[in-house]
């Protein structure tokens, strides 16, 4: 999958993909070459292990974003300047929002002032709600 230049959508979302075993997610690395995705939507599988650090090479043209992870929320994610939704509802996630993926970061690349919608319901997220929160001035849904 090296020549995915032109690939604007991957939806595997609501199948049965993935063995829950630690490596699922290995495939998003050959996602990284393709520069003009919008969405990517991989929400409601068996996919298993934690996000790789690749995920950080991914368009940053990404507008949707769903998926279904374990482990913590990457700060990665605040990578993603255009991103429009993030889902990570009904997943496995602890920890904390890190303040990159709510616009804060002192990385100016790590600001998602377009976000309209956050969704991490459902999950094992712990401390307070981040004050960031105050700063994505698009956000017009919200699930914690």
Not at 2 to 7: A, D, P, Q
Not at 31 to 48: I, P, Q
Not at 104 to 131: C, Q, T
């Amino acid at each position: 999958m090296e020549n995915l230049l032109k690939l604007r959508f991957v939806s595997i979302g609501h199948n049965m993909l993935g063995s829950g075993g630690p490596d699922d997610l290995g495939f998003l690395t050959s996602l990284t070459t393709a520069t003009s995705l919008r969405m990517l939507d991989m929400e409601h599988n068996k996919l298993g292990g934690t996000l790789p650090a690749s995920i950080s090479n991914l368009s940053t043209n990404l507008e949707l974003l769903k998926i279904n992870l374990t482990g913590n929320v990457p700060s990665s994610m605040g990578q993603f300047k255009n991103l429009l939704e993030l889902n990570l509802s009904d997943n496995n996630l602890s920890g904390t929002i890190p303040q990159e993926v709510v616009g804060l970061s002192s990385l100016s690349v790590g600001n998602l002032k377009n976000l309209a919608a956050l969704d991490v319901f459902e999950n094992m997220l712990s401390s307070e709600i981040p004050g960031a929160l105050g700063s994505c001035g698009s956000l017009e849904i919200l699930y914690i």
